[in-house]
């Protein structure tokens, strides 16, 4: 089950170049994928039938018990041949639904087969922190596909929407999940329904379940978002809103339903929420003309009722249920495809200008006739099928409760409102027919472009599936019985037949289709009497509304609190960290233990510091400011090395140095004092909070150091980092082996902060601004006079640069250290898992030597000497390091596991490696990048800025 999800993935990975290449025709080539997924769920049906339940577990994240548990029962068998049958299908139709030229078709084709993947991975999850994972999956894919076309607001807010509305329904459904794996003990599905626990907490847990099935499956009040959502291409509206996403809801409660039926309001939540969804679906279905928002109401509906009936938690109610699923995602996804078809060949979906269909495409309007048949319920179609035992269920019900408590009037009721939904449903399906296929006059016929029969093989084929299955009641009952034997014996036992016998069911469908029959028939008066009844509330206004009152609640409180000021904003976190969690300090002041110092050398030196900060808040000028908070840096880099931690002080050094110069080079565009105006009070309330800070910094320390009770783990490291780690460097194989995740993620954000600071900085793309030397366009009327060969001239930038603006002297000095920095970088790199050093180290120390070379030299030399675009440095960087995780998983071993490599040459004699070093090359690159980014924006950008400025206030008149 895990390689047919991966299987999925890879081809999502794929699929857009193949598009891309091949064109739209390569979707029949992307559909054999789910299609030979199909083929092999199919294969399991003997064992599902036996009642066998198939179980695949992998470990995934250990620390908090999630594994990839896989587990495929009779639900998910049902469920799985939906989604991968209907999403082969869906595919295969795209390759004639889109042009080769068409906009997004790549793209939209490996999302499209993601969310197959991931509708797949919630099916078959065994392991409910697991289901969640998938679940969030296909909202974030079908956001991408309801907002395929970017460009149209319509699809702008339906994606925005829809993300909205089923992210809300996931957060929620997230902590019902912590609370029922809580209340179990476990989270592993299997095992929490064959055991399930009980409580307040459990009550709760579930309900919160039931809102995201609610919300998933568009029941009320979170209707709207579903008939919002047909602004999609038609293949998303017929696959993940009427065969896959949509019963992600129904999937859940039928799932939850044998172990939590009888918890307190179960019942009532779901019968009301789905009768007054479907009622309320068919209503709307009926007033509209436009074919897709029809089906998208009508199915609106069908989810109401599919809720209804699995939600009702008896076994005849869940093998109905699971035969109507069933039947709705043959019918639904036939109907939405007819209308791509109908949208394709005559440009419009409006039923008021369509007239004489069934003549051009009559092989298309059997289809959908028989697809519109078994929604309405009429035989000899699966619709009617499930339906009856629908019926054959809720009168059980109503007369004798059948195990629900809902015998009487309550049973009654349920009964009467599934009848009058029928009615709407049969109503709506006639209109859906006579709309799409009925001759009758109209303004302008449509230009009709007869479809070929590839692309109406996919409504045929599930439209036949409709009419075949039909026939199939009794191999369907044996398939679908062992879930519905997970529910206790009810009146009688359950099956699905085309011939209940004359009784109450049988009236009850025959009204149904009767009543929908002269709805249809007075349809006119109905519509006058719809409008007549019309009103502005609607679920979508009061989201909208919602919204609103969001949006301007969140500016009202942003002009509060984000007024501009970045010494406000700093303000209030230092007054909150004072204030809040140094409050607590005065409760532990009494245990703290003080050693002033090791040495007399730390307290000189920490003087020396302390002196240096007091003058930096004193000073006026920035660059003299920056000068002293070096001191202050260099100073902690010395009580480093006094306390036996070379490591840190290198880095410390390299970081302070590195930040000295970026802060000089930005303090070129700034004026030379801090403010001009006089010094007011208020530097008192900052000197003050500024103190506070420091004494609460400092209690910190040293409540916590005197805290300790038990011995540091650090004591243990020294042996430890060369047992497990193979380095004698303790920090370097603290953050590349045993906090490797740590250093993963802070070089992620450092990536994507300079990323920031690229799109802030940089009109263009990185690269775009970089010019080396030979790129310098002569002067009009210079001719460049041809020379012999010869050496490559040192530091070539430097000439591009006024001769006041050169040094002679640090030109030769550059010559003597640039290619010094580079070895000394070299050696920090492969030397730091057993000396200092380390990646990090050795990035910085190369950026150093870059700073050399473009001091020396300008912005042109600066590109001399890396004519590399950072961005890309940065991200091969990253790259690597991924890779340098993922890679001891093929050799068998875990994510950021290091090896151990010893040989010994003939030459160099003997060689000790351990793998991790390529995760430290990652790192290298990264910070290379970094460096490198950062002198392009704060050196060579305001190089740039400040030489154009001199050429306007040149070429401007006096």
Same mark, same amino acid.
Not at 242 to 250: F, L, P, Y
Not at 347 to 372: Q, W
Not at 654 to 677: C, G
Not at 788 to 795: F, H, N
């Given at each position: 089950?895990? =390689?047919?999800?991966?299987?999925?993935?890879?081809?999502? =990975? @794929?699929?857009?170049?193949?598009?891309? %290449?091949?064109?739209? $025709?390569?979707?029949?080539?992307?559909?054999? +994928?789910?299609? *030979?997924?199909?083929?092999?769920?199919?294969?399991?049906?003997?064992?599902?039938? $036996?009642?066998?339940?198939?179980?695949?577990?992998?470990?995934?994240?250990?620390?908090?018990?999630?594994?990839?548990?896989?587990?495929?029962?009779?639900?998910?068998?049902?469920?799985?041949?939906?989604?991968?049958?209907?999403?082969?299908l869906v595919l295969a139709y795209c390759a004639w639904y889109f042009e080769?030229?068409?906009?997004?078709?790549?793209?939209?084709?490996?999302?499209?087969? *993601?969310?197959?993947?991931?509708?797949?991975?919630?099916?078959?999850?065994?392991?409910?922190?697991?289901?969640?994972?998938?679940?969030?999956?296909?909202? #974030?894919?079908?956001?991408?596909?309801?907002?395929?076309?970017?460009? %149209? $607001?319509?699809?702008?807010?339906?994606?925005?929407?829809?993300?909205?509305?089923?992210?809300?329904?996931?957060?929620?459904?997230?902590?019902?999940?912590?609370?029922?794996?809580?209340?179990?003990?476990?989270?592993?599905?299997?095992?929490?329904?064959?055991?399930?626990?009980?409580?307040?907490?459990?009550?709760?847990?579930?309900?919160?379940?039931?809102? !995201?099935?609610?919300?998933?499956?568009?029941?009320?009040?979170?209707?709207?978002?579903?008939?919002?959502?047909?602004?999609?291409?038609?293949?998303?509206?017929?696959?993940?809103?009427?065969?896959?996403?949509?019963?992600?809801?129904?999937?859940?409660?039928?799932?939850?339903?044998?172990?939590?039926?009888?918890?307190?309001?179960? %019942?009532?939540?779901?019968?009301?929420?789905?009768?007054?969804?479907?009622?309320?679906?068919?209503?709307?279905?009926?007033?509209?003309?436009?074919?897709?928002?029809?089906?998208?109401?009508?199915?609106?509906?069908? @989810?109401?009722?599919?809720?209804?009936?699995?939600?009702? !938690?008896?076994?005849?109610?869940?093998?109905?249920?699971?035969?109507?699923?069933?039947?709705?995602?043959? /019918?639904?996804?036939?109907?939405?495809?007819?209308?791509?078809? &109908?949208?394709?060949?005559t440009g419009t979906r409006d039923l008021r200008r369509l007239t004489g269909?069934?003549?051009?495409?009559?092989?298309?309007?059997?289809?959908?006739?028989?697809?519109?048949?078994?929604?309405?319920?009429?035989?000899?179609?699966?619709?009617?099928?499930?339906?009856?035992?629908?019926?054959?269920?809720?009168?059980?019900?109503?007369?004798?409760?059948?195990?629900?408590?809902?015998?009487?009037?309550?049973?009654?009721?349920?009964?009467?409102?599934?009848?009058?939904?029928?009615?709407?449903?049969?109503?709506?399906?006639?209109? /859906?027919?006579?709309?799409?296929?009925?001759?009758?006059?109209?303004?302008?016929?449509?230009?009709?472009?007869?479809?070929?029969?590839?692309?109406?093989?996919?409504?045929?084929?599930?439209?036949?599936?409709?009419?075949?299955?039909?026939?199939?009641?009794?191999?369907?009952?044996?398939?679908?019985?062992?879930?519905?034997?997970?529910?206790?014996?009810?009146?009688?036992?359950?099956?699905?037949?085309?011939?209940?016998?004359?009784?109450?069911?049988?009236?009850?469908?025959?009204?149904?289709?009767?009543?929908?029959?002269?709805?249809?028939?007075?349809?006119?008066?109905?519509?006058?009497?719809?409008?007549?009844?019309?009103?502005?509330?609607?679920?979508?206004?009061?989201?909208?509304?919602?919204?609103?009152?969001?949006?301007?609640?969140? =500016?009202?409180?942003?002009? +509060?609190?984000?007024?501009?000021?970045?010494?406000?904003?700093?303000?209030?976190?230092? @007054?909150?960290?004072?204030?809040?969690?140094?409050?607590?300090?005065?409760?532990?002041?009494?245990?703290?233990?003080?050693?002033?110092?090791?040495?007399?050398?730390?307290?000189?030196?920490?003087?020396?510091?302390?002196?240096?900060?007091?003058?930096?808040?004193?000073?006026?000028?920035?660059?003299? *400011?920056?000068?002293? +908070?070096?001191?202050?840096?260099?100073?902690?880099?010395?009580?480093?090395?006094?306390?036996?931690?070379?490591?840190?002080?290198?880095?410390?050094?390299?970081v302070e140095t590195l930040t000295l110069v970026v802060f000089v080079l930005?303090?070129?565009?700034?004026?030379?004092?801090?403010?001009?105006?006089?010094?007011?009070?208020?530097?008192?309330?900052?000197?003050?909070?500024?103190?506070?800070?420091?004494?609460?910094?400092?209690?910190?320390?040293?409540?916590?150091?005197?805290?300790?009770?038990?011995?540091?783990?650090?004591?243990?490291?020294?042996?430890?980092?060369?047992?497990?780690?193979?380095?004698?460097?303790? +920090?370097?194989?603290?953050?590349?082996?045993?906090?490797?995740?740590?250093?993963?993620?802070?070089?992620? #954000?450092?990536?994507?902060?300079?990323?920031?600071?690229?799109?802030?900085?940089?009109?263009?793309?990185?690269?775009?601004?970089?010019?080396?030397?030979?790129?310098?366009?002569?002067?009009?009327?210079?001719?460049?006079?041809?020379?012999?060969?010869?050496?490559?001239?040192?530091?070539?930038?430097?000439?591009?640069?006024?001769?006041?603006?050169?040094?002679?002297?640090?030109?030769?000095?550059?010559?003597?250290? /640039?290619?010094? @920095?580079?070895?000394?970088? &070299?050696?920090?790199?492969?030397?730091?898992?057993?000396?200092?050093?380390?990646?990090?180290?050795?990035?910085?120390?190369?950026?150093?030597?870059?700073?050399?070379?473009?001091?020396?030299?300008?912005?042109?030399?600066?590109?001399?000497?890396?004519?590399?675009?950072?961005?890309?440095?940065?991200?091969?960087?990253?790259?690597? *390091?991924?890779?340098?995780?993922?890679?001891?998983?093929?050799?068998?071993? &875990?994510?950021?596991?290091?090896?151990?490599?010893?040989?010994?040459?003939?030459?160099?004699?003997?060689?000790?490696?351990?793998?991790?070093?390529?995760?430290?090359?990652?790192?290298?690159?990264?910070?290379?990048?970094?460096?490198?980014?950062?002198? %392009?924006?704060?050196?060579?950008?305001?190089?740039?800025?400040?030489?154009?400025?001199?050429?306007?206030?040149?070429?401007?008149?006096?």
């Amino acid at each position: 089950m895990l =390689v047919l999800i991966l299987a999925l993935l890879a081809t999502a =990975v @794929l699929a857009p170049a193949m598009l891309l %290449r091949q064109g739209a $025709r390569a979707f029949v080539v992307v559909a054999l +994928v789910p299609l *030979a997924g199909t083929v092999w769920v199919a294969a399991q049906g003997p064992a599902v039938t $036996r009642g066998e339940t198939l179980v695949e577990v992998h470990p995934w994240v250990a620390g908090i018990g999630l594994e990839l548990a896989l587990a495929m029962g009779t639900l998910q068998w049902v469920l799985s041949l939906v989604v991968l049958g209907i999403g082969a299908l869906v595919l295969a139709y795209c390759a004639w639904y889109f042009e080769d030229d068409e906009p997004g078709v790549p793209r939209f084709g490996g999302v499209l087969v *993601a969310f197959v993947a991931a509708m797949l991975g919630l099916v078959l999850a065994d392991d409910l922190l697991l289901l969640y994972v998938f679940w969030e999956l296909t909202t #974030v894919f079908s956001f991408l596909l309801i907002g395929h076309s970017p460009e %149209r $607001r319509t699809s702008r807010r339906a994606a925005i929407q829809a993300l909205v509305v089923t992210t809300f329904g996931g957060l929620v459904l997230l902590v019902g999940v912590l609370l029922v794996g809580a209340a179990a003990g476990t989270y592993r599905i299997t095992e929490v329904l064959a055991d399930p626990p009980t409580g307040a907490a459990v009550t709760v847990g579930v309900h919160l379940l039931l809102v !995201g099935a609610v919300s998933k499956s568009a029941l009320v009040p979170f209707h709207f978002w579903l008939p919002a959502a047909m602004a999609a291409p038609t293949p998303v509206s017929a696959y993940l809103h009427a065969a896959s996403m949509v019963k992600a809801g129904v999937y859940l409660v039928a799932l939850l339903a044998p172990a939590f039926a009888e918890v307190a309001g179960w %019942r009532a939540v779901l019968l009301v929420l789905g009768l007054a969804t479907m009622l309320l679906g068919g209503v709307r279905a009926l007033r509209q003309h436009d074919l897709k928002l029809l089906l998208a109401y009508g199915t609106v509906s069908q @989810l109401g009722f599919l809720v209804l009936v699995v939600g009702t !938690g008896t076994r005849s109610a869940m093998l109905a249920g699971l035969g109507l699923l069933l039947a709705h995602a043959l /019918f639904k996804a036939c109907l939405f495809l007819t209308v791509g078809v &109908i949208d394709h060949s005559t440009g419009t979906r409006d039923l008021r200008r369509l007239t004489g269909l069934a003549r051009r495409m009559p092989v298309l309007a059997v289809s959908a006739t028989l697809a519109a048949a078994s929604m309405a319920g009429l035989p000899p179609l699966l619709g009617y099928v499930a339906k009856e035992s629908v019926l054959v269920a809720l009168v059980d019900v109503a007369r004798e409760g059948d195990g629900t408590g809902l015998a009487g009037l309550a049973g009654w009721l349920v009964l009467v409102g599934v009848v009058l939904g029928s009615v709407l449903t049969a109503a709506y399906s006639a209109r /859906f027919v006579w709309g799409a296929f009925g001759s009758r006059p109209v303004e302008e016929c449509p230009t009709v472009h007869v479809p070929g029969p590839a692309f109406l093989a996919a409504p045929v084929l599930l439209a036949a599936a409709s009419l075949v299955l039909g026939f199939l009641g009794a191999p369907l009952t044996t398939l679908l019985a062992p879930q519905a034997g997970t529910l206790p014996p009810g009146a009688h036992e359950p099956e699905l037949v085309l011939w209940h016998g004359v009784g109450l069911p049988l009236l009850l469908t025959a009204v149904s289709v009767l009543g929908g029959a002269l709805l249809f028939l007075a349809r006119e008066a109905v519509a006058r009497f719809q409008t007549a009844l019309a009103h502005d509330w609607s679920g979508e206004r009061a989201y909208r509304a919602g919204m609103r009152f969001l949006d301007r609640t969140a =500016v009202e409180v942003t002009g +509060v609190v984000q007024r501009g000021s970045a010494a406000a904003y700093l303000g209030i976190i230092l @007054l909150v960290v004072v204030v809040l969690p140094g409050s607590t300090l005065l409760t532990g002041l009494g245990d703290v233990r003080i050693q002033l110092w090791d040495t007399p050398a730390q307290a000189a030196v920490g003087a020396v510091v302390l002196v240096a900060a007091v003058m930096t808040t004193r000073s006026r000028r920035r660059v003299r *400011a920056i000068l002293l +908070v070096g001191v202050t840096g260099y100073g902690t880099a010395y009580l480093f090395v006094l306390h036996g931690a070379p490591d840190l002080a290198l880095t410390q050094v390299l970081v302070e140095t590195l930040t000295l110069v970026v802060f000089v080079l930005a303090l070129r565009r700034l004026p030379e004092y801090f403010t001009d105006r006089p010094l007011s009070r208020q530097r008192y309330v900052r000197a003050a909070l500024g103190l506070a800070v420091g004494v609460v910094t400092a209690g910190f320390l040293l409540v916590a150091g005197s805290a300790r009770t038990a011995e540091p783990v650090s004591a243990a490291l020294p042996e430890q980092a060369v047992e497990y780690g193979g380095g004698y460097n303790i +920090v370097n194989v603290v953050l590349v082996d045993t906090r490797a995740w740590d250093t993963l993620g802070e070089i992620a #954000v450092l990536v994507a902060a300079a990323s920031g600071v690229a799109s802030l900085v940089f009109v263009n793309a990185r690269g775009a601004d970089i010019r080396r030397v030979h790129d310098i366009p002569y002067p009009k009327g210079v001719r460049k006079i041809p020379t012999a060969t010869g050496r490559r001239a040192w530091l070539p930038g430097s000439r591009t640069l006024p001769p006041e603006k050169r040094s002679i002297i640090l030109e030769v000095v550059v010559r003597m250290l /640039f290619h010094t @920095l580079l070895v000394v970088s &070299i050696y920090l790199l492969l030397a730091g898992h057993n000396a200092p050093g380390g990646g990090f180290a050795a990035g910085m120390t190369t950026g150093l030597a870059l700073v050399v070379r473009y001091l020396a030299g300008g912005r042109y030399e600066l590109n001399e000497a890396a004519p590399v675009d950072a961005g890309r440095l940065i991200g091969l960087g990253l790259a690597i *390091a991924a890779l340098a995780a993922v890679l001891p998983m093929a050799f068998g071993g &875990i994510v950021l596991q290091s090896a151990i490599l010893e040989t010994v040459l003939p030459v160099v004699g003997e060689v000790k490696l351990v793998t991790s070093v390529l995760f430290d090359i990652g790192v290298y690159l990264v910070v290379v990048g970094l460096v490198l980014d950062l002198l %392009r924006a704060l050196g060579a950008q305001i190089d740039r800025d400040i030489q154009r400025a001199l050429r306007e206030a040149e070429a401007s008149p006096a």
